[in-house]
């Protein structure tokens, strides 16, 4: 992941920990997006990088990190590498 300092790191690794996903998932998640003031914006998956294409799981990350509370001091351009083993 870059564009996020540790505190941030561990804060959405334990947002995104509380999804439940049907087990036999396995697969590389991309996503990139902008933070504005503590604000999530333009979440975008990178579907070049996509190892399995399962729209549920996808949208159900996606809109996760939409409801993640993201820091107010946090700014710029992140982006986050899922690895899945369920």
Not at 1 to 19: P, V
Not at 33 to 50: C, H, M, Y
Not at 59 to 69: A, D, F, N, P, Q
Request: net charge negative.
């Amino acid at each position: 992941m870059t564009g996020l300092d540790e505190i941030e790191i561990a804060d959405l690794t334990q947002h995104l920990q509380q999804l439940n996903f049907a087990s036999g998932f396995t697969g590389e998640i991309v996503f990139e997006f902008s933070v504005n003031k503590g604000q999530l914006e333009r979440v975008v998956l990178d579907e070049e990088t996509l190892t399995r294409k399962d729209g549920v799981v996808v949208e159900k990350i996606k809109r996760s990190l939409l409801l993640w509370r993201v820091p107010p001091s946090t700014d710029g351009k992140v982006i986050l590498t899922l690895h899945l083993h369920v």
